[in-house]
């Protein structure tokens, strides 16, 4: 009797153990952030021996030699896991199932994930944005002119401690000029220097005498002065401004500093009544501590001051691929990208619009099925079983025949 006979349960003996281990990963990671589960899938061997054999229509060819399973993990990377909210100013879930985080181990080898539970990591001075390997996870870097880079790289939070004050350079104003009864009307704004909180500035109406409807606009500002060309407000009858609608302005400031102010009051009126201010606007603003920073809902790590403004420090980068299938995982939650995975684009491109694409302060959960695995633990032990079965019948019947023989 062949030993080929053993062949066969010891295949399936073989398969069947590593189809445990794959339904033992994916319970061990059930609750690993971004984890693609893993199945087992099985094959015939094909045997190597053909053979040639007539019917009625002629001569096939066929194998005598089949026998055994083989089997190799398939991993569900397209099948998303479920997205829940965090208190993490770093984590981020992507919304799309063919996007994937980049990351760089640092020495010029590139991943992909879906594990957005990004951390800090401080490095020779320098801080930077990690995935929980400790990658180094890859981003647009934010130009002064607010574009980003073309070209992604570490993200690395590069920020001011204090933000400066930033000067007032644009004042939109709607308020109304009383038509009797005054002669003067005041108007107060609150502008901002290259090197102040912000100053007190009137903006002063003064009637001009033998003419109608019209007024001198001048300005007093705190510790500066106000330069510009004599200004005459004419209105309408009607009380609606004739001109000028708009004008420039310079403060000259005591330090030596100066702005310079676009003023629009196309909007002011000439009406009996009170002179009450009903709109101000105005573009500058006060310095701020840094107090806060994160990742925003367009995937951008963003630092926050204490006044209310934004910088933006880079904006994450995510790939996307025509086969992404065919990614390869070095764990549950890193892949690599061979030659397979064909074209790679930017999901998130520098100068795209990415709000739809990812969810701050959130994360995607593995996607393993619990009920699905525990029913395929009860399948492949019975599979086990009935191999290790044939194996001892087949020990049982080889015995018989060296008993025979002997």
Do not use: C
């Amino acid at each position: 009797m062949a030993l080929s006979i053993f062949f066969p349960s010891v295949s399936g003996l073989n398969a069947q153990s590593d189809a445990l281990g794959t339904v033992s990963d994916n319970i061990a990671n059930m609750r690993t952030v971004g984890y693609k589960s893993a199945e087992t899938m099985f094959y015939t061997l094909l045997g190597s021996q053909p053979a040639v054999k007539s019917n009625a229509s002629g001569l096939n060819s066929s194998r005598v030699d089949v026998h055994g399973v083989g089997d190799y993990t398939r991993y569900n990377i397209l099948q998303n896991g479920t997205i829940a909210s965090t208190d993490g100013k770093f984590d981020v879930a992507l919304q799309e199932n063919n996007a994937f985080f980049m990351v760089n181990d640092g020495y010029d080898n590139t991943y992909y994930t879906r594990a957005g539970d990004f951390n800090t990591l401080a490095l020779d001075g320098k801080t930077y944005l990690v995935n929980n390997n400790g990658y180094f996870v890859q981003g647009f870097k934010a130009n002064e002119d607010g574009t980003f880079a073309s070209e992604p790289s570490n993200i690395e939070f590069e920020f001011l401690e204090k933000m400066p004050s930033v000067p007032t350079s644009d004042v939109d104003i709607t308020a109304n000029v009383p038509a009797d009864g005054v002669e003067k009307s005041a108007y107060s704004l609150t502008i901002y220097g290259e090197n102040n909180d912000g100053a007190n500035m009137n903006m002063v109406f003064t009637k001009v005498p033998d003419k109608i409807n019209t007024w001198n606009v001048s300005f007093v500002v705190e510790g500066g002065e106000v330069a510009s060309e004599p200004i005459e407000a004419v209105f309408s009858d009607e009380g609606l401004l004739l001109s000028p609608k708009n004008f420039d302005i310079t403060v000259n400031w005591e330090d030596g500093s100066s702005n310079n102010i676009h003023m629009n009051i196309e909007n002011m009126t000439q009406y009996a009544g009170n002179d009450g201010e009903t709109y101000v606007y105005q573009d500058g603003a006060p310095s701020g501590q840094l107090t806060d920073t994160y990742i925003n809902e367009k995937g951008v790590l963003v630092s926050e001051y204490s006044n209310k403004r934004t910088v933006e420090i880079a904006k994450l980068a995510v790939v996307g691929f025509t086969a992404p299938e065919n990614l390869v995982p070095v764990s549950g939650t890193l892949f690599e990208a061979y030659s397979d995975v064909g074209e790679s684009h930017y999901v998130m491109a520098s100068d795209t619009d990415s709000s739809n694409i990812v969810l701050s302060q959130s994360l995607e959960s593995s996607n393993v099925d619990v009920e699905t695995e525990f029913a395929e633990m009860i399948q492949v032990q019975r599979a086990y079983s009935m191999n290790a079965n044939a194996f001892t019948v087949a020990n049982e019947m080889t015995s018989v025949v060296v008993d025979l023989k002997s």
